[in-house]
């Protein structure tokens, strides 16, 4: 089945602490993409890339990182979490670069206290 | 400043009866426009979406109306199903500007 995966589906954490959500695709997408979802704002992106070790800022990028080694992850790396990042966030991957019909993940709902 | 926004969170209608959603946008720019759908504890999946260069894109019960002298969308679900009740984001351009959401309830 042709999804996009991520890890962990929740997740409470203390300010400060490091942590990594993940996302896999199956689809041998190219591009794939962070957003993060909060109340009357919408998905915002967070990071993209357009391939294997190409990675670019979105609209909302400050306090996160991000990898892309391999064409099917995409990890999504807080250095150190503060609870303005605390939202839900969408793991996304599309075939080509013009971003319709993106694939989304499941979701990973995220609580930094 | 948001470049998509859509001004109703939320909208309820009976069921049988037309849905419409609206969302104004800025960016002039934008040449393709899209609809997601979003059920709770899921990730947003496609709905339908509009070039353009068209005004009007037709999926079985769902029509994308787009005025771009306006810069405005719309989203016409006929007819409303329970099944149909979920939050509905427009969203534009190549990187998928999102706007804020509408909460849909459909009665039965």
């Known amino acids: 089945e042709a999804q996009v995966t991520q890890n962990p589906r929740y997740l409470i954490t203390v300010t400060g602490k490091k942590l990594t959500v993940t996302c896999s695709q199956n689809?041998?997408?190219?591009?794939m993409s962070w957003y993060r979802q909060d109340p009357g704002l919408g998905l915002r992106q967070i990071y993209y890339s357009m391939n294997v070790e190409v990675t670019d800022k979105g609209d909302v990028p400050e306090g996160y990182k991000v990898s892309r080694k391999e064409k099917r992850n995409f990890p999504l790396i807080l250095e150190s979490p503060s609870p303005n990042q605390t939202s839900l966030y969408f793991c996304?991957?599309?075939?080509?670069?013009?971003?319709?019909?993106?694939?989304f993940g499941s979701g990973t709902r995220l609580t930094v206290v | 400043d948001q470049q998509v926004k859509q001004n109703s969170p939320s909208l309820s209608v009976q069921e049988g009866r037309i849905s419409i959603l609206n969302c104004d946008y800025t960016?002039?720019?934008?040449?393709?426009f899209l609809w997601y759908k979003k059920y709770p504890a899921e990730g947003p999946t496609f709905l339908i979406s509009i070039s353009s260069i068209k005004d009007k894109n037709e999926d079985g019960r769902f029509t994308v109306f787009l005025n771009k002298s306006a810069k405005h969308l719309s989203l016409h679900i006929v007819p409303s199903q329970p099944g149909d009740s979920a939050v509905y984001f427009c969203?534009?351009?190549?990187?998928?500007?999102f706007g804020g959401g509408t909460r849909v309830l459909v009665k039965p």
């Open positions: 996304a991957s599309s075939e080509t670069a013009k971003m319709y019909g993106y694939t």
């Open positions: 969203a534009a351009g190549n990187k998928l500007t």
């Open positions: 689809m041998n997408h190219e591009y």
């Open positions: 960016n002039s720019m934008f040449d393709y």
